[in-house]
């Protein structure tokens, strides 16, 4: 194992978000000298759990690994708990034993249920003692599954690609925040023929996939495009905005995709709310604690004068995932 290929690899990682233990995990298997290989982790987001395979390649000329590409799916049933894994059970050929694949990605999860031809169970556990069933099949023929896991069951999350270089692209944050349907502000794009923009980036999820099966990428281009953060926050009262270091952490937060918590005042009393940055609209999106959206008028500083959404002047550019490095 090249060692300073290890070291870069690492750091790669590190400032793509992704954490300590899977870096532990690649360096386990650069040691193995495997000459591929997938790691896989969970994340929960605000509308599920959200699945992540990267993949690492040995090159053809020497012993060193490539991080090219990651995939992100968005499985909006309910999350796995900690400790908890996709259990599919079935009967093995020792009378009274169980055979027991456990999965942490409940595509692949389904896959495998899926595939038996006899009889299964697809459940969610700790282990087959401690399980929730969620379908069953008898003689290759699936007899039940779960009502409030059958859309998942029967539209598994797709994957969308997400391509980096030498630890440049998406974070893993980032690209979370893109699959949830929020944009994420870049500062570090290139153009095809190598010239430098910033833009806010947002997934086409109402629109078709691609021949690759992945969402195109819409594209705000900052400034033409119209949008100006700071502009936007300041029509509204938000406390956080009164202290600069916090306003500085919110705009970081909102170009990274997320959806900070913010103070705002309603009914005479000061309540939390979740925010997101709307730039196809030049606008803020807000939510209760429960994921309910809230009228962001009646947190206007001038009610009066901002009552009507305000659109961009600019266009909107649609670029393909691909080029998202």
Same mark, same amino acid.
């Given at each position: *194992?090249?060692?300073?290929?290890?070291?870069? $690899?690492?750091?790669?990682?590190?400032?793509?978000?992704?954490?300590?233990?899977?870096?532990?995990?690649?360096?386990?298997?650069?040691?193995?000298?495997?000459?591929?290989?997938?790691?896989? @982790?969970?994340?929960?987001?605000?509308?599920?759990?959200?699945?992540?395979?990267?993949?690492?390649?040995? &090159?053809?000329?020497?012993?060193?690994?490539? $991080?090219?590409?990651? !995939?992100?799916?968005?499985?909006?049933?309910?999350?796995?708990?900690?400790? %908890?894994?996709?259990?599919?059970?079935?009967?093995?050929?020792?009378?009274?034993?169980?055979?027991?694949f456990k999965r942490e990605n409940v595509a692949?999860?389904?896959?495998?249920?899926?595939?038996?031809?006899?009889?299964?169970?697809?459940?969610?556990?700790?282990?087959?003692?401690?399980?929730?069933?969620?379908?069953?099949?008898?003689?290759?023929?699936?007899?039940?599954?779960?009502?409030?896991?059958?859309?998942?069951?029967?539209? =598994?999350?797709?994957?969308?690609?997400?391509?980096?270089?030498?630890?440049?692209?998406?974070?893993?944050?980032? &690209?979370?925040?893109?699959?949830?349907?929020?944009?994420?502000?870049?500062? !570090?794009?290139?153009?095809? +023929?190598?010239?430098?923009?910033?833009?806010?980036?947002?997934l086409d999820l109402d629109g078709p996939r691609?021949?690759? *099966?992945?969402?195109?990428? #819409?594209?705000?281009?900052?400034? &033409?495009? +119209?949008?100006?953060?700071?502009?936007?926050? @300041?029509?509204?009262?938000?406390?956080? $905005?009164?202290? =600069?270091?916090?306003?500085?952490?919110?705009?970081?937060?909102?170009?990274?995709? !997320?959806?900070?918590?913010?103070?705002?005042?309603?009914?005479?009393?000061?309540?939390?709310?979740?925010?997101?940055?709307?730039?196809?609209?030049?606008?803020?999106?807000?939510?209760?604690?429960?994921?309910?959206?809230?009228?962001?008028? %009646?947190?206007?500083?001038?009610?009066?004068? #901002?009552?009507?959404?305000?659109?961009?002047?600019?266009?909107?550019? &649609?670029?393909?995932?691909?080029?998202?490095?």
């Open positions: *194992m090249n060692l300073n290929n290890l070291e870069n $690899l690492k750091s790669e990682m590190k400032a793509l978000g992704f954490s300590k233990e899977l870096q532990e995990k690649m360096e386990e298997n650069m040691k193995a000298n495997l000459p591929e290989f997938i790691l896989k @982790d969970q994340i929960n987001g605000h509308k599920g759990q959200i699945d992540l395979n990267l993949y690492f390649k040995q &090159s053809g000329q020497s012993e060193n690994y490539y $991080l090219n590409k990651y !995939d992100v799916a968005l499985n909006e049933g309910k999350p796995l708990e900690s400790g %908890q894994k996709y259990l599919v059970i079935s009967p093995s050929d020792t009378p009274g034993k169980n055979n027991v692949e999860a389904i896959e495998v249920f899926k595939k038996h031809t006899g009889n299964a169970e697809l459940a969610v556990g700790k282990d087959v003692a401690h399980k929730t069933k969620l379908a069953t099949m008898e003689e290759g023929k699936i007899n039940y599954v779960d009502k409030d896991f059958g859309r998942t069951f029967r539209n =598994p999350p797709l994957p969308q690609t997400i391509w980096v270089e030498r630890g440049k692209g998406f974070t893993a944050s980032q &690209s979370v925040n893109l699959v949830e349907g929020r944009a994420v502000y870049r500062e !570090d794009m290139l153009t095809q +023929g190598g010239l430098p923009y910033k833009a806010w980036m947002k691609d021949r690759h *099966m992945n969402f195109n990428m #819409n594209q705000y281009h900052d400034p &033409s495009y +119209g949008f100006n953060l700071k502009e936007v926050l @300041d029509k509204f009262n938000i406390k956080e $905005l009164e202290n =600069p270091k916090e306003r500085e952490k919110l705009e970081a937060q909102l170009k990274n995709g !997320d959806r900070p918590l913010i103070t705002v005042e309603k009914n005479g009393e000061q309540v939390k709310l979740q925010v997101e940055a709307v730039p196809r609209y030049s606008q803020l999106n807000m939510f209760a604690a429960n994921g309910r959206a809230e009228k962001r008028e %009646q947190f206007l500083k001038e009610p009066a004068l #901002n009552n009507a959404v305000t659109k961009s002047k600019g266009k909107e550019v &649609s670029a393909s995932q691909g080029l998202g490095v």
